[in-house]
């Protein structure tokens, strides 16, 4: 069925809300002068299991519904939302809203329905995708496969989580964009034990699909494994080094250094406002020209991914740094309207209830030439970053953090022991000008990531291949 | 008045999703509802930049079905998404396990006294009143100095709600609160240096915030002498934590202590009661009934009374930090802290923070900390950092782009100084902090 019918029926026809009633606020919106206007429906189920201590500890179900409706006019913007899908509430809100703005006449609307949208994932309910007692013998067997895996294991948590939403946005042209974005997440977590000394590993992954992602060649036991890996890793690891030295970061997930580094520091709103250390930079070198990075919302089934973003526009590869020079900015409606560009389908929000803003959805640096190994090799005494945990940045002076949560030194061109976390520390503008070699082995993050912005949080993909990086600052205790 | 009718409305609700769980078979439930609404205008650059009217609410309810419980929740308040709501909570029990430590709270420690703590001021501000205000702090921070170079702008929020909670044990209560807040964020530029920084004030009730000129002062006083920090090279030094960023501490030993972890054995404080964790001087304690304050409230999120009670005295840690299910997994009883910790308290000593600086003497003032870095597990730490570098107790210079680093343990037994220079914005309030001795990694 078309997306918008899907959502429709939803969100729309429970509350009894009809197009008639749509095109009502929209008018009342647009009886004011404004340069955007929309009216943003969403209906989210979501879910949650928990294993702990070998039984199914907590589950839980979860609705969360509401419209949003926002006028904005230059730089103002007028909003408000509600949890009640009712048109007098709604007319309400659209009233409250364009107190912004100056009044007029009350304006026509018509609305036009977009076709769908380019599809990035399937019109799955991952809620109904396995049986409830089929989610328990998932959770179970990974519980008991991974305490399998070593005697040294004293916790294993694993949880299970699944969202099915709808969104349905109308804008001010009278446009009509509808999706309906399925979300998986497993996670396994253990503590292991030795000799007193007690040490975690944490795995996980998921996507824009359903639950049976997780019993495709038996992914969810190999969160288990790696979980416990990395958590007999640490029960190895010494002091680790403090002070500036050449890091390689693994493949994958460390591509968080893409996010934190440069990846804010591009959204356009920061750029508009001239508050970013990136503002007014496009056509300069801000990168070895070994660094190709892009904000990718249209990869099939990834967490980040989008087919539309949360103002309807639908989603694109934008190249944000092509071979060391800085292209362009990840944008939504308003900051493209205002830098007088295109909108690149990085219109976000959390919910609702909340505004949207530029936000990234899958970013990674495309592979080099390099073979890993050679990379490693290359390098006299550093550190080898394999896992991180979060990371922060400062977008206006520029720094940032992320912190390794396995970590090795190499010494003469190998490996050689593994250190406990730290966390590192860079300079946006500057850490990929010292990018020195780009390995060829380009990989996607797992499926974990959620970004917070202005207390909004949504779900991102990050990926890189092996990078080697001459200086960066790493905050380990040995002096 | 209206209040009162508001919230009697809201505790009925509450009372059918109790009777409707009953119905439905359940042994035991708890319940909890919120309504909340507020105004949240922000200028930029002396003009208005959004006006965003918020309306929130939600329940949530627990079933147990003998040891088997199950949970859901709903924005959707209406009859038919209660019965709805109860009856997915329902379906989840039949599919958990009977867990031993699952159950409501012992109906002995549910609080029956319900003193007024004095949390709900309305702010009768209108959308034009606070523009004003934001205005007029947005206006003194860029009017501050010349180097003031741009706005993130400033922000007046005003909310105001009700909780209602109630199990069938017979707890059935509400209350009504309120928080308003202004805060300001600007950017100072000297040549290639940019830098940004912000300050705050919150209050139940708007006659106790901070004046709107003070707020766009620091905020921009504070950004201004951050402009051209550099970093230090590798060391190990002092490090003295303002008070606005030492409360990071404290949150760290609450995490530690708190029955979740503990139960888990992913603390690095296990079998650490009645054992010392700091230095003799140290006095933790919790103060839940303070009038008007952030972090106040007579009963936790199942309903246990709170207590005002020693965490840590004489240095030595007396109590942990427990729900009801924590401490059933670790034999002991509630503390009243599901949901987290009220007005948690560091005794202030008697120096003020140009008398730490002094007892710093050299070494590093951090003011601003960021990302994770803290491995609750191991009590590894390692986190960026910004701040100043002080020489003989006088600050000489910004610094950035470093990393401090230690484990928790060892910086908990090593704090040399606690100051009275108390941050009172937040549900943990301590003066500046002197650490003795810890990892710098830099340039």
């Known amino acids: 069925m078309e997306l ?28 004011s002068p404004v340069d955007a206007a929309d009216i943003y429906f969403q209906s989210t189920h979501s879910e949650s299991w928990v294993m702990e201590g070998g039984i199914i500890k907590e589950g839980s179900h979860n609705i969360e519904q509401g419209a949003g409706v926002r006028a904005v006019s230059g730089e103002k913007t007028g909003f408000a939302y509600s949890d009640r899908i009712e048109l007098p509430v709604l007319l309400e809100a659209a009233n409250n809203v364009k107190a912004i703005l100056r009044q007029g006449q009350d304006a026509q609307v018509g609305l036009v329905h977009v076709g769908n949208p380019v599809r990035y994932y399937p019109v799955v309910n991952p809620l109904k995708s396995l049986a409830d007692q089929q989610k328990i013998e998932l959770l179970q067997r990974v519980d008991s496969e991974t305490r399998k895996l070593d005697s040294r294991i004293e916790e294993v948590i694993v949880s299970l989580v699944g969202v099915h939403e709808h969104i349905l946005v109308a804008n001010q042209d009278g446009t009509l964009a509808a999706d309906v974005r399925p979300l998986v997440r497993m996670n ?32 969810a036991l190999d969160f288990g494994r790696e979980a416990v890996r990395q958590a007999l890793v640490n029960l190895d690891a010494g002091e680790a080094p403090a002070g500036n030295m050449t890091v390689v970061l693994g493949p994958g997930w460390p591509g968080i250094l893409l996010h934190e580094a440069i990846g804010h520091g591009l959204e356009g709103d920061f750029n508009r406002k001239g508050t970013s250390a990136f503002s007014g930079r496009v056509g300069e070198r801000v990168a070895s020209d070994l660094c190709t990075v892009v904000d990718d919302g249209t990869l099939p089934g990834r967490r980040g991914s989008l087919s539309i973003d949360d103002e309807g526009t639908p989603t694109e590869q934008t190249v944000l740094i092509e071979k060391g020079i800085l292209k362009g900015y990840m944008q939504d409606k308003l900051n493209a309207r205002l830098m007088g560009v295109k909108p690149t389908g990085n219109g976000r929000r959390e919910s609702y209830a909340s505004l949207p803003m530029p936000r990234m959805t899958n970013t990674y640096m495309l592979p080099g030439s390099h073979d890993p190994e050679e990379i490693i090799k290359s390098v006299k005494k550093g550190l080898y970053a394999k896992n991180f945990a979060g990371g922060q940045v400062d977008i206006t002076s520029g720094k940032f953090v992320f912190s390794a949560s396995e970590a090795y030194l190499i010494e003469d061109g190998k490996i050689t022991r593994p250190v406990r976390g730290a966390t590192l520390i860079g300079n946006g503008p500057d850490v990929l000008t010292k990018v020195s070699m780009v390995g060829n082995d380009l990989e996607l993050d797992s499926g974990v990531g959620t970004c917070g912005k202005d207390g909004q949080s949504v779900p991102v993909g990050v990926g890189q291949p092996t990078l080697k990086i001459d200086g960066l600052t790493v905050g380990g205790t040995s002096v | 008045m209206q209040n009162q009718e508001q919230i009697a409305r809201l505790k009925n609700t509450v009372q059918t999703l109790l009777d409707e769980a009953t119905q439905q078979g359940a042994s035991a439930a708890e ?13 930029r650059l002396g003009d208005v930049e ?15 079905f003998g040891q088997r419980k199950g949970s859901a929740s709903t924005t959707d308040l209406s009859a038919e998404s209660i019965k709805e709501t109860v009856s997915a909570a329902c379906s989840i029990a039949r599919y958990t396990s009977a ?11 549910l609080q029956t006294e319900f003193p007024d703590l004095d949390l709900y001021h309305p702010w009768s501000v209108t959308a034009d009143q606070a523009i004003a205000l934001a205005l007029t702090c947005e206006d003194a921070a860029r009017a501050y100095h010349a180097e003031i170079s741009n706005s993130e702008g400033a922000t007046v929020n005003t909310h105001q709600g009700i909780r209602v909670l109630g199990n069938t044990l017979g707890f059935l209560h509400g209350y009504a609160s309120t928080r308003h807040s202004l805060s300001c964020s600007v950017l100072a530029q000297r040549g290639d240096s940019m830098q940004r920084d912000y300050w705050y004030t919150v209050a139940r009730n708007a006659d106790f915030m901070e004046d709107a000129l003070a707020v766009g002062n620091k905020a921009a006083e504070r950004t201004l002498r951050r402009l051209d920090a550099r970093s230090l090279s590798t060391r190990q030094c002092p490090v003295l934590y303002s008070a606005e960023i030492a409360t990071s501490l404290l949150g760290s030993l609450i995490g530690a202590v708190s029955g979740g972890n503990l ?33 106040s409230a007579a009963y936790d999120g199942e309903g246990v009374a709170t207590q005002t009670r020693d965490i840590v005295s004489d240095g030595v840690l007396r109590s942990y930090v427990l729900s009801t299910y924590s401490a059933r997994k670790l034999g002991l009883h509630s503390t009243g802290n599901a949901g987290g910790v009220h007005n948690l308290t560091i005794t202030p000593g008697q120096q003020d923070f140009e008398a730490l600086l002094k007892q710093l003497d050299t070494g590093l003032l951090v003011t601003e900390l960021m990302g994770q870095g803290v491995n609750m597990v191991t009590g590894d730490y390692s986190r960026g950092a910004a701040g100043f570098w002080v020489e003989r107790g006088v600050i000489q210079y910004p610094v950035e782009e470093i990393t401090i680093a230690g484990n928790l343990r060892d910086m908990f037994k090593h704090i040399v100084a606690v100051g009275n220079d108390v941050d009172y914005r937040g549900n943990v309030r301590t003066g500046s902090i002197l650490v003795e001795r810890m990892s710098i990694a830099g340039e």
Do not use: W
């Open chain 2, 263 to 295: 139960y888990r054995k992913s603390s690095f404080l296990l079998d650490a009661l009645d054992t010392p964790i700091f230095p003799e001087f140290i006095h933790i304690y919790e103060q839940p009934y303070l009038l008007g304050a952030l972090g």
């Open chain 2, 99 to 109: 867990d031993d430590y699952a159950g409501l709270p012992e109906p002995a420690l």
């Open chain 2, 50 to 64: 959004t006006i965003e009217h918020h309306c929130d609410q939600g329940l949530g309810i627990t079933v147990y």
């Open chain 1, 188 to 219: 396994v977590s253990v503590i292991v034990v030795e000799n007193g000394r007690r040490e975690q590993g944490s795995m996980g992954g998921g996507g824009r699909t359903d639950y049976r992602y997780f019993l495709e060649n038996d992914r």
């Open chain 1, 4 to 31: 918008l019918n899907l959502a429709r029926l939803a969100i729309l026809i429970p509350a009894g809300i009809q197009d008639s009633a749509i095109e009502n606020i929209m008018g009342c919106l647009l009886s």
């Open chain 2, 31 to 43: 319940a909890g509802l919120s309504q909340e609404n507020g105004l949240s205008v922000s200028v």
